[in-house]
């Protein structure tokens, strides 16, 4: 069984950074295609960030595009999102998953974690 467990989550004010960390415990943890996603109030769960399994490939929704980085350690079995510059419209609580693949889709991601809240105040 695959479990995630995300930290790093907090109250910051606007053109902050913040750190999030996912670390994962289960098998084969390298062979995941790794996954943030976030989800604001009244407003579906959204895509922000994925990386391959490799950690060659990353994928970013166009509004964290230059602001937010995601990175993998696959000896460790962790995986970051490094946000700054950070606005208002960033409030959402993040959630880190795992899935075959490194994807915008949410159906792709079989294991999620419980989530960390980012507030970002004006």
């Known amino acids: 069984q695959v479990q995630l467990v995300e930290s790093g989550g907090g109250l910051v004010q606007a053109g902050g950074s913040l750190r999030l960390s996912c670390a994962v415990s289960g098998p084969t943890f390298g062979a995941y295609g790794m996954g943030w996603f976030r989800q604001a109030p009244g407003k579906d769960r959204e895509f922000v960030a994925a990386i391959r399994w490799s950690g060659s490939t990353t994928y970013y929704t166009d509004s964290v595009k230059g602001r937010f980085t995601i990175s993998r350690d696959n000896a460790k079995n962790t995986v970051d999102l490094q946000m700054n510059s950070l606005t208002p419209e960033d409030t959402a609580i993040y959630y880190c998953?795992?899935?075959?693949?490194?994807?915008?889709?949410?159906?792709?991601?079989?294991?999620w974690g419980q989530g960390t809240q980012v507030t970002v105040s004006s």
């Open positions: 998953a795992a899935g075959v693949f490194a994807t915008i889709g949410l159906a792709n991601y079989k294991y």
